[in-house]
């Protein structure tokens, strides 16, 4: 029996578009085919009986990945391939390999077949991404310290480039910082001018962390409007809790217990 | 009357958003708007919560009243001049202050802004005007409005207020006149409706000239294109003539206005309304049908319902022992959910026989339960709004079927995929001539027995209009 073949593919987007060249250009079969992000710090656990192929990223490679999607398939299905990427999913290179292989086949209407399991589960990623996405739009506080306006955040997914053009929109006026915690990364916004995103080493973050501060007078004033402003006969929690989890709260000024 | 004077900020926010918060409405959708360069704020067409109070409900805009000083004495409220409470009023610099901190710091998409009546409703309303321009001219602000009308304000401050605002509303308050007369004695059903018809024309003259840009149409005037109902559509665009204003916009207000106001369209995210539940005496299908009515006559976007709560502990009003009529109201939002969106009509969800609404079956299920004879619906073939009509299945699965379907058949697997809450569908559908499982009787008792088991989270669920969006997106895979 043929062995299962293994593309581990650093896990950025230019890593994976890499492994996804190699392995469609490979011609050994796609049923035999497997993609895995390797972790950033090298380990992972190796089965037997498979062969293991390491990518080296390369970037003219995922280029004409990119192209060929946009091309030959839709722009919408590489939108779609961009949020996979940024997710946290551990499977997210051999989703998105196996998709490929259909949505060359198929051509742009692949994005409606949710009756094929791959299919299905990029959309399901892809709304998994996208919807934190959007919490973070809802939920993310910024707070003022010497008019840099910083905000701290710990998605699961790589979302602050999808969270950016939003912000730097509609503040196109302010410098802010979007401080994601857990990947160590920030996108910046200096006033008036283009957002970029940067990586961050850890005493960055934790100067950041400390500029992050919920306690001045705006803050709680919005704290009085936020109390003001519930029905007390309406009162419940787990109608609160649903629309806005615990875990979002972590940063929220609202939800802040003040010092005293 | 206390009139405190030197309130501090905080006291002043304090007391003018417990006072605002019994108007429903905090949505921040219905226009899409980037930023200016230079300028602070956008708007986003669906919306954007930014917070849940205390009671579950969305918050997305400063709600706040200007003061809470009022002449008038509605029974129902608060700030009825009779009340022995603190009174405060804020002044425009201070509401500007607040809106664009608050702004900066993604508090809130935007400022929704109300009040009580100070002197007089022309006196109140410029006040409130001096405020909107204050805002979007020196402090340039291109975030979300909603600002209240004051009913008696004068046509001339009413267009004002359209042309700052993204959205223009005046509280119905009462689903009939007859009721608005007792328990808002200063109040009169056409100090409400004139200004109501006043802003339709304006948004529709604004649509004349800008497009879609000078306002959107509604949800519920979209679905009653999709189904060729023209009635409601030519009504619309012929809507009668009120005589002391034609709804032109006049010269004077126009001239006085920079451009950059007026390109943003008149009320471009439109018009809504609310009205209490609870407080007068009527059905279910009353309500419903003035609700139709609304969207019918005066194009609105969006009818609030607000459960009534006997905040004046006043004995001709009632007081529930169980509390506000929280699980009226929800049943109200679901049924207004269906006219808008699904093209249910008032009077085939409830009628004269059966006035209210099913506490125990949401309102689709409880049609589909007595429309047995329309079941079941062959997936892979019915069209679009028919498969609207079935149980757990949406607007959006019913798309996502649609185009699925064009990829080859369905299976009842593949229909968790698209969304679909299978177990309130499996009564109502087919795939390929199938039931789901050979259990499934089509009979009334069967599936209302099995519906009720069910369904008993939906009575604790409270809703407004971004609970119900949200809910949306939340997929509903079967756990069981
Ligand atoms: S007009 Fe009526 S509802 Fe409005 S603030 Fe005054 S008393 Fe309350």
Redesign the pocket.
């Known amino acids: 029996m043929k062995p299962i073949r293994i593309y581990r593919c650093p896990d950025t987007i230019c890593g994976i578009l890499t492994g996804i060249y190699d392995a469609g250009t490979s011609r050994y079969g796609h049923d035999y085919i497997r993609l895995e992000t390797t972790c950033p710090d090298g380990f992972s656990e190796m089965q037997l009986f498979c062969e293991y192929i390491e990518i080296a990223p390369d970037s003219k490679k995922a280029d004409i990945v990119a192209d060929s999607v946009k091309d030959k398939i839709s722009s919408a299905v590489y939108m779609n391939i961009l949020h996979l990427l940024l997710s946290s999913d551990t499977e997210k290179a051999n989703i998105a390999y196996h998709f490929l292989v259909y949505g060359f086949h198929i051509g742009e209407r692949i994005i409606h077949a949710l009756q094929i399991p791959w299919v299905k589960q990029v959309f399901e990623i892809n709304r998994a991404v996208e919807n934190e996405a959007h919490f973070f739009r809802e939920f993310l506080r910024f707070s003022n310290k010497d008019n840099i306006y910083i905000s701290v955040i710990e998605p699961k997914n790589h979302i602050v480039s999808l969270i950016m053009p939003h912000f730097a929109d509609r503040l196109n006026t302010e410098s802010f910082i979007i401080y994601d915690k857990t990947h160590m990364e920030a996108g910046m916004h200096p006033a008036s001018n283009e957002w970029y995103i940067r990586n961050l080493l850890p005493d960055e973050g934790r100067t950041l962390e400390k500029m992050y501060n919920n306690n001045d007078t705006t803050a709680s004033l919005w704290k009085t409007f936020f109390d003001a402003i519930a029905i007390k006969e309406r009162t419940n929690p787990s109608l609160q809790r649903n629309m806005c989890p615990i875990h979002f709260r972590k940063y929220m000024t609202e939800f802040k217990k003040t010092p005293n | 009357m206390i009139i405190l004077d030197n309130a501090s900020i905080n006291d002043k926010l304090k007391i003018l958003a417990d006072s605002a918060k019994y108007d429903v409405a905090c949505t921040s959708s219905g226009v899409e708007r980037k930023a200016e360069k230079g300028t602070v704020g956008a708007t986003s067409a669906f919306g954007i919560c930014h917070s849940f109070a205390a009671d579950g409900r969305c918050i997305s805009l400063l709600k706040i009243l200007y003061t809470n000083e009022?002449i008038?004495?509605?029974k129902y409220?608060i700030?009825?001049v009779t009340n022995d409470i603190p009174r405060v009023s804020f002044t425009p610099e201070e509401i500007c202050t607040l809106t664009m901190e608050f702004y900066k710091r993604n508090y809130i998409e935007g400022l929704f802004l109300s009040s009580?009546?100070l002197n007089t409703p022309d006196y109140t309303m410029e006040l409130i005007i001096q405020t909107l321009q204050m805002l979007r001219s020196q402090y340039h602000f291109g975030g979300y409005i909603h600002c209240k009308t004051i009913p008696g304000a004068s046509p001339e401050l009413v267009e004002l207020a359209g042309w700052y605002a993204d959205r223009v509303s005046i509280n119905l308050e009462l689903p009939t006149a007859d009721a608005l007369r007792h328990l808002?004695p200063n109040k009169s059903r056409s100090a409400i409706l004139k200004p109501m018809r006043q802003i339709q024309l304006g948004i529709e003259q604004s649509r004349q000239r800008l497009g879609m840009k000078g306002g959107n149409y509604s949800a519920y005037r979209y679905t009653q294109k999709r189904l060729g109902r023209q009635h409601t559509l030519s009504e619309t665009s012929q809507p009668p003539k009120l005589s002391d204003h034609d709804g032109t916009f006049s010269p004077e207000v126009l001239s006085r206005q920079p451009d950059n106001i007026t390109k943003r369209g008149f009320a471009p995210a439109g018009q809504s309304t609310q009205m209490i539940i609870g407080a007068s005496g009527e059905t279910d299908f009353e309500i419903l049908s003035v609700t139709e009515a609304l969207y019918q006559r005066f194009d609105l976007k969006r009818v609030f319902y607000s459960a009534f709560i006997n905040v004046n502990n006043d004995d001709e009003l009632p007081s529930p022992a169980g509390g506000p009529p929280l699980a009226r109201e929800h049943r109200l939002y679901q049924a207004d959910w269906l006219l808008r969106y699904y093209g249910f009509c008032a009077n085939e969800l409830l009628n004269e026989k059966r006035p209210n609404f099913n506490p125990f079956l949401d309102p689709k299920c409880d049609w589909a339960i007595g429309h047995l004879d329309k079941f079941p619906i062959e997936i892979n073939r019915a069209d679009y709004d028919t498969l609207l009509r079935v149980p757990g299945i949406g607007t959006k699965s019913a798309r996502r079927i649609i185009n699925a379907r064009r990829m080859g058949n369905l299976d009842f697997y593949s229909l968790k995929n698209m969304g679909v809450v299978m177990k309130r569908a499996v009564y109502f559908i087919t795939c390929n001539g199938k039931m789901f499982c050979t259990g499934i009787k089509i009979d009334e008792n069967f599936i209302t027995r099995q519906l009720i088991n069910k369904d008993t989270v939906l009575l604790q669920n409270t809703a407004e209009s971004n609970i119900t969006y949200k809910q949306m997106h939340l997929f509903d895979f079967i756990p069981d």
């Open positions: 009022c008038y004495n509605c409220c700030n009825r009580g009546i808002a």
